[in-house]
């Protein structure tokens, strides 16, 4: 038989519905987000539940990230409907992933890819993962009724997630917590994009509903505070970090060459071509340079830098 004091313990524990549709096995940094905070929520008295995707479309695959989860998390994951994936027909891509968003942009518009542009840019608003409403929504308020959370935390990009979090606070009245890791509507690959004025004003429109509604807005960095903040009823900055229990047993080892390495993603709009030019350069000019240098990057990058460099410098 449980003690009092461990009843009363059991008692003042809260539950999180958490609503994201990145999590493992997808990889990236908003993935790790929230693993981590789903391995130190207990330790805070909260215990997090996720609602995810059952078979999502993402841009990168890290199937040991599944490990830093507590057994005994609760995930329930739900259909979903992909219109990106339509989208990759009309472009002759069928079944090829690609990042969100990233679609498109600065490629060879035929007619057809100028038609797919189109309906990207004007259709999936606010972005292509808004097929997923409806049925997490439906789950949701399922998962509501049986584990009676106490709060709700929506997270994104993709930044439809926080559409399911604005649909359950008007229907539920739970309070609501959204955390925004990127820009919304001033995020950079919608100017790339050709977007009616119409289609504008709705993204602004929904923007503004889940800021003003939120109970609570969290972000990633001052500059995205300083974004939203009057529009938001309150707002605070978590920044990215890392969990120092990962690296326990980390040796660093001395590498054999100069080792120059860049760790996230590369896209369209962040070609350093000033450090590539300057690289080559010494690559050119001092022949040891060339024999200890070693360029090293991590992460996914734009199929156009990734072109650029190799015609450029091998």
């Known amino acids: 038989m449980a003690s009092a004091g461990e009843l009363d313990s059991a008692s003042s ?9 990145y999590w493992p096995p997808a990889a990236g940094p908003g993935v790790q987000r929230f693993v981590k905070f789903c391995k130190y929520l207990p330790e805070f008295g909260w215990d997090p539940l996720i609602l995810t995707v059952k078979s999502g479309s993402y841009p990168s695959i890290d199937e040991s990230l599944g490990e830093n989860l507590p057994s005994d ?10 219109p990106f994936q ?29 038609l797919s542009l189109f309906i990207r840019a004007n259709w999936f608003v606010p972005d292509a993962r808004k097929g997923w409403r409806k049925y997490a929504v439906a789950e949701a308020i399922k998962l509501i009724k049986a584990h009676n959370p106490d709060v709700i935390i929506t997270t994104g990009p993709p930044q439809s997630t926080h559409l399911i979090g604005l649909d ?24 790339f994009f050709p977007r009616t004025e119409s289609t504008k ?6 923007e503004d509903s889940v800021l003003k509604n939120a109970d609570f807005v969290t972000v990633v960095s001052s500059g995205l505070k300083k974004e939203f903040e009057d529009r938001s009823k309150g707002i605070s900055v978590i920044y990215n970090g890392f969990d120092e229990e990962d690296f ?35 690559l050119a ?14 992460g996914n990058i734009d199929k156009f830098i990734e072109t650029d460099l190799t015609q450029k410098y091998g």
């Open 168 to 191: 359950l606070k008007r229907r539920c009245r739970l309070p609501w917590l959204a955390d925004l890791r990127d820009p919304w509507t001033n995020v950079f690959y919608n100017k």
């Open 13 to 21: 524990r809260k539950k999180v519905l958490i609503i994201t549709y």
């Open 248 to 282: 326990v047993e980390s040796q660093s080892t001395k590498q054999a060459k100069f080792t120059l390495e860049y760790i996230g993603n590369l896209k369209p709009n962040q070609n350093a071509s000033g450090l590539w030019e300057t690289i080559s350069e010494l």
């Open 86 to 114: 339509v989208y990759n027909r009309l472009r002759g891509e069928k079944g090829k992933e690609i990042p969100v968003s990233l679609i498109g942009i600065k490629e060879d518009k035929r007619l057809i890819q100028r």
């Open 201 to 206: 004003r709705k993204d602004k429109s929904m």
């Open 285 to 298: 000019e001092n022949a040891s340079f060339k024999v200890d240098f070693k360029l090293v990057l991590t």
């Open 73 to 82: 998390l609760p995930v329930f994951r739900t259909k979903t409907f992909e």
